[in-house]
Protein backbone atom coordinates (compact mmCIF):
# COMPACT_ATOMS: atom_id res chain seq x y z
CA UNK A 1 0.00 0.00 0.00
CA UNK A 2 0.97 3.51 -0.96
CA UNK A 3 2.23 6.09 1.52
CA UNK A 4 0.57 9.25 1.83
CA UNK A 5 2.10 11.81 1.39
CA UNK A 6 2.69 14.97 3.75
CA UNK A 7 0.74 17.45 1.30
CA UNK A 8 -2.04 14.69 1.53
CA UNK A 9 -2.05 14.69 4.87
CA UNK A 10 -2.38 18.15 5.26
CA UNK A 11 -5.23 18.68 3.31
CA UNK A 12 -7.41 15.70 5.32
CA UNK A 13 -6.29 17.70 8.26
CA UNK A 14 -7.42 20.61 7.16
CA UNK A 15 -10.57 19.24 5.65
CA UNK A 16 -11.90 17.77 9.07
CA UNK A 17 -11.35 21.20 10.48
CA UNK A 18 -13.18 22.84 8.55
CA UNK A 19 -16.12 20.24 9.23
CA UNK A 20 -15.93 20.79 13.00
CA UNK A 21 -15.37 25.09 13.20
CA UNK A 22 -17.98 26.68 13.22
CA UNK A 23 -18.70 28.74 9.49
CA UNK A 24 -16.77 31.54 8.93
CA UNK A 25 -17.94 35.09 9.91
CA UNK A 26 -21.58 33.35 11.71
CA UNK A 27 -21.84 34.72 14.93
CA UNK A 28 -21.93 32.47 18.31
CA UNK A 29 -25.48 32.22 19.57
CA UNK A 30 -26.28 33.33 23.10
CA UNK A 31 -30.11 32.96 23.78
CA UNK A 32 -31.41 30.49 26.37
CA UNK A 33 -33.40 27.41 25.98
CA UNK A 34 -37.41 27.78 26.07
CA UNK A 35 -37.53 25.92 29.09
CA UNK A 36 -35.32 28.33 31.22
CA UNK A 37 -36.55 30.34 33.51
CA UNK A 38 -34.81 33.11 34.84
CA UNK A 39 -35.35 33.46 38.65
CA UNK A 40 -32.38 35.73 39.32
CA UNK A 41 -33.52 39.45 40.72
CA UNK A 42 -31.38 42.17 39.15
CA UNK A 43 -30.85 42.93 42.61
CA UNK A 44 -28.28 39.61 43.18
CA UNK A 45 -27.09 39.62 39.69
CA UNK A 46 -25.70 43.51 40.00
CA UNK A 47 -25.41 43.17 43.72
CA UNK A 48 -21.64 44.83 43.40
CA UNK A 49 -22.99 47.54 41.13
CA UNK A 50 -26.29 48.41 42.84
CA UNK A 51 -24.18 48.68 46.32
CA UNK A 52 -21.90 51.69 44.18
CA UNK A 53 -24.93 53.26 42.87
CA UNK A 54 -25.27 56.84 43.95
CA UNK A 55 -27.52 58.04 46.52
CA UNK A 56 -29.35 61.11 46.29
CA UNK A 57 -28.25 62.16 49.85
CA UNK A 58 -24.42 61.65 48.07
CA UNK A 59 -22.51 65.28 47.88
CA UNK A 60 -24.99 67.31 50.44
CA UNK A 61 -25.01 64.89 53.58
CA UNK A 62 -21.55 66.79 54.29
CA UNK A 63 -23.25 70.52 54.21
CA UNK A 64 -24.27 71.91 57.22
CA UNK A 65 -25.68 75.54 58.15
CA UNK A 66 -24.72 77.68 60.41
CA UNK A 67 -27.23 80.34 61.29
CA UNK A 68 -27.26 82.69 63.74
CA UNK A 69 -23.39 84.52 63.00
CA UNK A 70 -23.08 88.08 62.90
CA UNK A 71 -23.97 90.17 60.02
CA UNK A 72 -21.37 92.45 59.10
CA UNK A 73 -20.43 94.45 55.80
CA UNK A 74 -17.24 94.02 53.30
CA UNK A 75 -14.72 95.73 56.23
CA UNK A 76 -15.66 93.10 58.73
CA UNK A 77 -15.90 90.16 56.59
CA UNK A 78 -12.38 88.72 56.70
CA UNK A 79 -12.06 89.19 60.60
CA UNK A 80 -15.70 86.98 60.67
CA UNK A 81 -14.51 84.24 58.24
CA UNK A 82 -11.46 83.28 60.42
CA UNK A 83 -13.60 82.98 63.12
CA UNK A 84 -15.86 81.16 61.76
CA UNK A 85 -13.53 78.71 59.98
CA UNK A 86 -11.13 78.90 63.28
CA UNK A 87 -14.01 77.57 65.10
CA UNK A 88 -15.76 74.66 62.86
CA UNK A 89 -12.47 73.18 61.39
CA UNK A 90 -12.13 71.73 64.95
CA UNK A 91 -14.48 69.07 63.59
CA UNK A 92 -12.98 68.18 60.55
CA UNK A 93 -11.71 69.48 57.07
CA UNK A 94 -13.87 71.99 55.20
CA UNK A 95 -13.32 71.66 51.68
CA UNK A 96 -16.16 74.62 51.11
CA UNK A 97 -17.91 77.58 52.26
CA UNK A 98 -20.55 80.20 50.97
CA UNK A 99 -21.21 82.82 53.07
CA UNK A 100 -24.87 84.77 51.15
CA UNK A 101 -24.40 88.34 50.61
CA UNK A 102 -26.83 90.70 49.88
CA UNK A 103 -26.37 93.57 47.02
CA UNK A 104 -24.97 96.01 49.76
CA UNK A 105 -22.07 93.57 50.32
CA UNK A 106 -23.53 92.37 53.96
CA UNK A 107 -23.31 88.87 55.20
CA UNK A 108 -27.24 87.54 55.46
CA UNK A 109 -26.47 86.45 59.21
CA UNK A 110 -25.71 82.54 58.01
CA UNK A 111 -23.38 80.52 56.45
CA UNK A 112 -22.89 76.99 54.07
CA UNK A 113 -20.04 74.65 55.35
CA UNK A 114 -18.97 71.75 53.29
CA UNK A 115 -16.97 69.01 55.71
CA UNK A 116 -14.82 66.05 53.40
CA UNK A 117 -17.10 63.52 54.67
CA UNK A 118 -20.27 63.28 56.72
CA UNK A 119 -18.93 61.90 59.82
CA UNK A 120 -17.46 65.30 60.37
CA UNK A 121 -20.86 67.44 59.45
CA UNK A 122 -22.68 65.21 62.01
CA UNK A 123 -20.48 66.06 65.02
CA UNK A 124 -20.26 69.74 63.88
CA UNK A 125 -24.23 69.46 64.24
CA UNK A 126 -24.33 67.78 67.42
CA UNK A 127 -21.60 70.10 69.13
CA UNK A 128 -22.02 73.63 67.90
CA UNK A 129 -25.51 73.81 67.54
CA UNK A 130 -26.62 76.44 70.62
CA UNK A 131 -23.18 77.59 71.21
CA UNK A 132 -22.86 81.31 71.96
CA UNK A 133 -20.42 83.16 69.66
CA UNK A 134 -21.05 86.48 71.85
CA UNK A 135 -24.11 87.44 74.20
CA UNK A 136 -25.81 88.34 70.98
CA UNK A 137 -25.05 85.71 68.35
CA UNK A 138 -25.92 81.79 69.22
CA UNK A 139 -25.00 79.33 66.56
CA UNK A 140 -28.31 77.07 64.94
CA UNK A 141 -26.82 74.16 63.01
CA UNK A 142 -28.37 71.97 60.81
CA UNK A 143 -27.86 69.59 58.13
CA UNK A 144 -27.87 70.51 54.74
CA UNK A 145 -30.86 67.34 54.50
CA UNK A 146 -32.65 68.65 57.50
CA UNK A 147 -34.20 70.58 55.61
CA UNK A 148 -35.48 68.34 52.79
CA UNK A 149 -36.45 65.75 55.27
CA UNK A 150 -39.09 68.37 57.01
CA UNK A 151 -40.14 69.69 53.99
CA UNK A 152 -41.66 66.46 53.61
CA UNK A 153 -43.58 66.14 56.92
CA UNK A 154 -46.87 64.49 55.75
CA UNK A 155 -50.12 67.14 55.95
CA UNK A 156 -52.18 64.37 58.20
CA UNK A 157 -50.56 64.04 61.48
CA UNK A 158 -50.53 59.98 62.53
CA UNK A 159 -50.46 59.44 66.21
CA UNK A 160 -47.78 56.81 67.25
CA UNK A 161 -48.25 53.58 67.65
CA UNK A 162 -47.99 52.41 71.85
CA UNK A 163 -45.08 50.24 72.35
CA UNK A 164 -45.35 47.45 74.95
CA UNK A 165 -43.88 47.83 78.24
CA UNK A 166 -40.32 46.40 78.23
CA UNK A 167 -39.79 46.03 82.29
CA UNK A 168 -36.69 47.41 83.57
CA UNK A 169 -34.76 45.16 85.91
CA UNK A 170 -34.53 45.78 89.99
CA UNK A 171 -31.94 48.71 90.51
CA UNK A 172 -31.82 47.53 93.96
CA UNK A 173 -31.30 43.52 93.90
CA UNK A 174 -28.05 43.98 94.95
CA UNK A 175 -29.58 44.74 98.22
CA UNK A 176 -31.10 42.03 98.71
CA UNK A 177 -27.86 39.85 98.52
CA UNK A 178 -28.23 37.41 101.10
CA UNK A 179 -24.46 37.79 101.95
CA UNK A 180 -24.68 41.68 101.81
CA UNK A 181 -22.23 41.59 98.96
CA UNK A 182 -21.23 45.04 97.22
CA UNK A 183 -20.24 45.54 93.77
CA UNK A 184 -17.08 47.77 92.95
CA UNK A 185 -15.67 48.23 89.67
CA UNK A 186 -12.49 48.08 88.10
CA UNK A 187 -10.10 49.92 85.71
CA UNK A 188 -7.04 47.67 83.74
CA UNK A 189 -5.52 47.77 80.62
CA UNK A 190 -4.35 51.42 80.56
CA UNK A 191 -8.18 51.81 80.53
CA UNK A 192 -9.32 49.72 78.08
CA UNK A 193 -11.08 47.47 80.00
CA UNK A 194 -13.96 47.80 82.68
CA UNK A 195 -14.76 45.31 84.95
CA UNK A 196 -17.83 44.42 87.18
CA UNK A 197 -16.81 42.82 90.11
CA UNK A 198 -19.30 41.20 93.11
CA UNK A 199 -16.89 41.38 96.40
CA UNK A 200 -17.33 37.59 97.31
CA UNK A 201 -15.21 35.49 99.24
CA UNK A 202 -12.77 34.48 99.33
CA UNK A 203 -12.71 35.74 95.69
CA UNK A 204 -14.26 38.72 94.25
CA UNK A 205 -16.70 37.47 91.54
CA UNK A 206 -16.61 39.30 87.98
CA UNK A 207 -20.23 40.26 86.81
CA UNK A 208 -19.35 41.88 83.68
CA UNK A 209 -16.25 43.22 81.50
CA UNK A 210 -16.76 45.51 78.03
CA UNK A 211 -13.78 47.00 76.64
CA UNK A 212 -13.43 50.58 75.58
CA UNK A 213 -16.10 50.92 77.36
CA UNK A 214 -15.40 54.58 78.56
CA UNK A 215 -13.02 57.22 77.22
CA UNK A 216 -11.93 58.78 80.70
CA UNK A 217 -13.25 57.47 83.75
CA UNK A 218 -16.62 55.72 85.35
CA UNK A 219 -18.33 56.66 88.27
CA UNK A 220 -21.04 55.08 90.80
CA UNK A 221 -24.09 57.43 91.26
CA UNK A 222 -24.64 58.32 95.14
CA UNK A 223 -27.26 55.65 95.45
CA UNK A 224 -25.01 52.54 93.14
CA UNK A 225 -28.23 52.16 90.88
CA UNK A 226 -26.22 53.78 88.03
CA UNK A 227 -22.53 53.84 86.46
CA UNK A 228 -21.74 56.78 84.74
CA UNK A 229 -18.83 56.41 82.06
CA UNK A 230 -17.52 59.64 80.46
CA UNK A 231 -16.48 60.01 77.28
CA UNK A 232 -15.41 63.04 74.79
CA UNK A 233 -18.81 63.87 73.89
CA UNK A 234 -20.82 63.63 77.20
CA UNK A 235 -21.83 61.12 80.24
CA UNK A 236 -23.49 57.71 79.22
CA UNK A 237 -25.25 55.47 81.52
Excluded at 66 to 95: A, Y
Excluded at 140 to 159: A, C, G, H, R
Aim: glycine content about 4%; hydrophobic content about 30%; overall charge negative.
Amino acid sequence: MAKKKDSDKSAQNDSKTAKTDPAEGEEPNFSDDERYVDDISDEELLSDLVKDRPNEKDGVDTIIVVDGIPQVGPERFDKLQSVIMKFFTKFGTIINEYFPKNEAGHTKGYVFLEYANSENAVEAVNTANNHKLDKQHTFLVNLFTDFKKYEEIPDEWEPPQPQPYKEQSDLYSFLMDPDAYDQFSVMCNRGNSVQIMQNTAPEPTKLQERLRWTEAFIQWSPLGTYLATFHVKGIAL
